[in-house]
């Protein structure tokens, strides 16, 4: 079974997730200081949001798997659309270990589709950014203190970090 998966960025979680319950009508099902996960049924979605070194909005969206086999059917059909597939084994990402592929929509979204298949007990970084970057921005990795000084500059390329 598949969930559509939202993930955004907010200056201020206690706030955003203050938001979320009363729009959800529930609590968050994970809450740390950094960021808050609904797992919900109605409708069928994991909503994430954290407090992270990017900029506050749509960070990215995807799709969650239940299986790895609806992990490799979903990636397959993201690889058949021509965009570049980025796949990646057990990320360490959102307090979990997952399985993910990455692509970029036509306008730049950035769509994951993951199978997770573990927890862990700090946020990680599953390093899209940094394979992302690596051809384009150098030693400069994204969610960086640098990086976004170069960009603010114009020396970094911000759509190369997704």
């Known amino acids: 079974m598949k969930r559509l998966h939202v993930h955004i960025s907010v200056d201020d979680l206690d706030k955003s997730v203050g938001f979320y319950s009363t729009l959800f009508g529930t609590a968050p099902s994970v809450l740390k200081d950094d960021y808050a996960k609904w797992a919900l049924d109605d409708p069928r979605v994991n909503f994430a949001i954290s407090k992270r070194a990017r900029t506050a909005g749509l ?6 798997v239940d299986e790895a086999e609806e992990l490799a059917e979903v990636a397959g059909r993201l690889a058949a659309s021509g965009a570049e597939l980025l796949e990646q084994k057990d990320a360490a990402c959102c307090y979990a270990r997952s399985d993910k592929a990455w692509v970029n929509d036509p306008q ?8 997770s298949h573990g927890e862990i ?3 990680g970084e599953d390093g899209r950014e940094e394979a992302a970057a690596s051809a384009c921005c150098a030693d400069l990795p994204c969610g960086t203190d640098e990086l976004a000084a170069a960009q603010k500059t114009g020396d970094g390329d911000k759509a190369c970090c997704g």
């Open 59 to 64: 960070d990215h969206l995807g799709i969650q």
């Open 108 to 115: 730049g979204i950035a769509w994951e589709t993951f199978h």
């Open 121 to 123: 007990t700090r946020y």
